[in-house]
Each structure stands twice: as structure tokens, then as C-alpha cells.
């Protein structure tokens, strides 16, 4: 049996990593590609690519356009994508492994 210090730490030190991969991995690459999708979605419905004073830069205009609708997403490993759904993923897998390591004893 673990005392009750031990078990204080090994609490704080979980959160502290959880709360690392949602604040610096999974909000961030959230927001990125939320900004990506409004991107595509100004362009498209702000911006007047379509007039014929828009000539020279309805080629960037469009480029950006169809570049912003293909999405981004930062990997792990080239394995996972990153997002807020990853991070709510890995807080169920965690705590099922908790409580699963609970009824054991």
C-alpha cells in the first residue's frame, strides 16, 4: 500500500502530464485547424476573388483557397492526428484504465 504522499504525487505528476498534451499539444493544433477551415470560409465568402478587378491576385486568392479547403492537422508520429478529440480520447482510455486497475485490488 502506497502512502498517502506517494499517492499525492503520482496524482500530481498524471495531471501535469494530461494537462501538458491538452494545453500545449491539443488546444493548439485544434485552433490551427479551426483558423485553416475560417480561412477557406473568408476567402470564399469575404473576399470578391470572382471581379474582374481582382484579376492579379485571383490566382493567389484561389491557390489559398483550395489549399486552406484540403485542411491540415499536426501528427504524432506521423500516426495521430492531435486535436481536442485526441486529448478527450486519451482522458477516457486513462481513467478506464484507472478504474479498471481499482477493482483489482
Known amino acids: 500500500d502506497l502512502p498517502q504522499l506517494e499517492r499525492y504525487r503520482i496524482l500530481l505528476v498524471s495531471f501535469a502530464v494530461i494537462t501538458e498534451y491538452a494545453l500545449i499539444w491539443g488546444l493548439p493544433a485544434q485552433l490551427l485547424m479551426n483558423e485553416v477551415e475560417d480561412t477557406a470560409n473568408a476567402i470564399y465568402c469575404e473576399v470578391s476573388w470572382y471581379l474582374k478587378n481582382t484579376v492579379p491576385?485571383?490566382?493567389y486568392?484561389?491557390?489559398?483557397?483550395?489549399?486552406?479547403?484540403?485542411?491540415v492537422s499536426i501528427r504524432a508520429g506521423n500516426y495521430h492526428v492531435i486535436n481536442n478529440e485526441t486529448v478527450v480520447l486519451?482522458?477516457?482510455?486513462?481513467?478506464?484504465?484507472?478504474?479498471?486497475?481499482?477493482?483489482?485490488?
Open 61 to 71: 486568392l484561389l491557390m489559398t483557397l483550395m489549399r486552406s479547403q484540403k485542411g
Open 90 to 105: 486519451m482522458l477516457k482510455t486513462a481513467y478506464s484504465f484507472y478504474t479498471f486497475l481499482q477493482t483489482l485490488n
Open 57 to 59: 491576385l485571383r490566382k
